[in-house]
């Protein structure tokens, strides 16, 4: 371990084991206290949060409100209305094997587990996994991304004053730090992030046979047709692009592919609807988040600047570097071998890829990486019943985008190289609780030809 890791780190997962096993964390008092404490800290401190979001992307308060502390909320209020119910053992039916008995999947806790989180929704992306973890009875560390810093103090100073602190830990730090707390022995580690990263969290956790949920990201496609509402189909698709976060989300539509007759269309609608959100000179809209830091726009400037993608940018290209500002920019039909075409963008840039037959469209998709999420606006029946059953992806949103993942009914996570496992509405509780089925016997029904001496009339049986 590093020398300069802080001492904090270091015993972090075992400071908490001991608060684990004297079963503090399982009682319905304690989760249902948790809970509270989150609670009170996203609407106490809403504002604290609206400032850091402000300070981290430049976001606009509503959309820290929409995107993140309002969802913040919901995890809570819905944990603390369904928790009963969630840990109640499920009862199953048992078979003639274990003729007469009952049977019951009880829910219990991993234990202590890590959660390690990133930038782009800094709260909702550390609180929601947390609120989770207490819900299932788990002590936690949350470990947030130092490249949101000030969401990542924010939630280290109200976690720390309002939360339970010796189950509930918040870990500031980057790199450093969380390489030693993945040294460390875990029963669940919950990570959120890039896939290179994915891989060595997996490695790490392979060490100790812990049981990992991937929350990844990818290249995110949207197939639109002719045969639709373009104006709704627009303002959606700019909405869950630019609107959120400024293209800085795991799940924003990554590239468009249309048919050739119909992209001028395509970028003529999306041009209008854009300076009716944004003005005439994006670049400075306070409604649109800026990006992260100067190494993620550098990253997208050279995404942008690749000479393969000379003379196609339609819509945008401009940038202020000062204020880490980039236009919504669209590229008609980058070739699919440059940079942008290949790598996740994540970022304010969509390009437009066309295509003779829009059948097509689900070819280019599947020649690739299974994504977080794949999109498709069309009226045609088939095309969408084809597409549902062709794509493999994370979630799959037909008229729509991004907001698939704000429903709880609906388990959100990536497959392949966009993750694995999901969370959401129940499925956050189950993310961190162990099903263990137990059969329960009574003292009749022996059956013979169970136990030696194995004779020949008890083979025949
Ligand atoms: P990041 O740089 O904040 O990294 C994520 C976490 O990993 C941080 O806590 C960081 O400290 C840690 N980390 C970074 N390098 C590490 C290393 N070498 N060893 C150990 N830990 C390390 O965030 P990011 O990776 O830039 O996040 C963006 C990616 O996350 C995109 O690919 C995006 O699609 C994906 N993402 C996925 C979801 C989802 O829910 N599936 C949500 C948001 C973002």
């Not at 704000?406 to 990536?414: I, K, W, Y």
């Amino acid at each position: 371990m590093a020398a300069s890791v802080s001492v904090s780190v270091v015993p972090a997962a075992e400071g908490l084991r001991a608060v684990y096993t004297s079963g503090k964390t399982r009682t319905y008092e304690w989760r249902v206290s948790q809970l509270n404490a989150m609670l009170k800290i996203a609407t106490r401190h809403e504002k604290d949060f609206v400032v850091a979001l402000n300070s981290d992307l430049g976001k606009h308060e509503h959309e820290a409100f929409i995107h993140e502390i309002s969802a913040v909320t919901s995890a809570c209020r819905m944990a603390l209305k369904e928790l009963h119910r969630w840990m109640k053992p499920e009862k199953v039916k048992t078979s003639m094997t274990t003729f007469p008995s009952s049977g019951e999947l009880v829910p219990e806790p991993f234990g202590v587990v890590l959660v390690i989180s990133t930038w782009n929704y800094p709260i909702l992306l550390s609180l929601e996994p947390v609120i989770a973890a207490i819900s299932a009875a788990n002590a936690v560390v949350l470990k947030p991304s130092e490249v949101a810093p000030a969401a990542s103090e924010a939630m280290a100073k109200l976690l720390g004053q309002y939360m339970d602190a010796s189950a509930v830990k918040v870990i500031e730090g980057g790199v450093q730090e969380t390489t030693a707390l993945l040294e460390q022995k875990w029963d669940k580690i919950f990570y959120t992030g890039n896939n290179k990263v994915g891989r060595i969290v997996l490695a790490s956790a392979a060490v100790h046979l812990t049981p990992v949920i991937l929350e990844l990201g990818g290249k995110c496609p949207v197939i639109v047709d002719s045969d639709i509402n373009l104006t709704v189909a627009v303002k959606r698709l700019i909405s869950g692009k630019w609107g959120c976060n400024s293209g800085q989300t795991c799940v924003s539509p990554d590239y468009v592919i249309t048919t050739k007759p119909f992209a001028s269309k395509l970028v003529d609608a999306i041009s209008s609807e854009l300076e009716r959100f944004y003005g005439k000179d994006p670049v400075n809209a306070t409604d649109l988040s800026r990006i992260i830091n100067s190494r993620h726009f550098e990253r997208l400037t050279k995404l942008l600047d690749e000479d393969k993608l000379f003379g196609k940018i339609v819509i945008g290209g401009q940038r202020d570097k000062t204020n880490l500002k980039i236009a919504p920019t669209v590229i008609l039909d980058a070739p699919l071998d440059s940079l942008i075409m290949t790598e996740e963008i994540f970022g304010p840039l969509l390009p437009i890829i066309t295509v003779n037959d829009i059948r097509d469209g689900i070819d280019l998709i599947t020649s690739k990486e299974k994504p977080l999420a794949a999109y498709i606006f069309t009226n045609d029946k088939k095309l969408k019943e084809d597409f549902v059953q062709r794509v493999s992806a994370g979630g799959i949103a037909v008229n729509e985008v991004t907001i698939h993942l704000t429903d709880p009914a609906l388990p959100f996570g990536g497959v392949g190289e966009s993750g694995m496992g999901t969370y959401h509405g129940k499925y956050s509780f189950e993310a961190f609780s162990h099903k263990k089925p137990v059969l329960y016997r009574g003292f009749t029904g022996e059956i013979s030809a169970r136990y030696p001496p194995y004779t020949t009339r008890k083979l025949k049986f």
